[in-house]
């Protein structure tokens, strides 16, 4: 079982590095942290929506902040922030779901890795993406340009 944090400081290259070295299964879940108002995550249904950033079609729309996501089927998930121009600017990420009894990627034993429990019931695993600056003190230039670089 592991649990990854993409972390608030991470750059795109970093963050899809991450993203691209996990192996998410069937039964994982997602957390998409953000600030409400400036941020909200919609799924999108196909590769297509994804390049061209169509949000108008998204599959499903959140805005809480706090919003869990439940990998309950293998295949590609897309997901972009619905906010006007982030996705297009790079807010947005993909990635393979697999079965829960694949085994893992060779690449996914990294520091977000924690050692294997030698218990043989199934656990689930999280993943959290983090886009919200946690001080206050984080001068209005340092958001903006964290809006403009940054995903999930």
């Not at 295949?75 to 893992?104: E, I, N, W």
């Not at 984080?138 to 940054?150: D, E, K, T």
């Amino acid at each position: 079982m592991w649990s990854g944090e993409a972390k608030v400081g991470m750059n795109l290259l970093e963050f899809s590095s991450w993203v691209s070295g996990q192996t998410f299964k069937v039964g994982d879940q997602l957390v998409f942290r953000y600030s409400p108002g400036l941020h909200s995550v919609v799924e999108l249904a196909s590769e297509s929506a994804y390049k061209n950033c169509d949000i108008g079609n998204a599959v499903d729309s959140m805005n809480g902040g706090n919003d869990v996501v439940k990998l309950n089927k293998a295949g590609m998930r897309y997901f972009a922030c619905g906010t006007l121009g982030h996705c297009d600017q790079g807010m947005k990420v993909k990635f393979t779901t697999v079965s829960a009894d694949s085994p893992s990627t060779p690449g996914s034993s990294s520091s977000s890795t924690s050692p294997s429990s030698s218990s043989s019931t199934p656990t689930s695993t999280s993943a959290a993406f983090a886009f919200n600056p946690v001080a206050s003190t984080v001068p209005l230039f340092a958001i903006l340009v964290f809006c403009l670089i940054f995903m999930f």
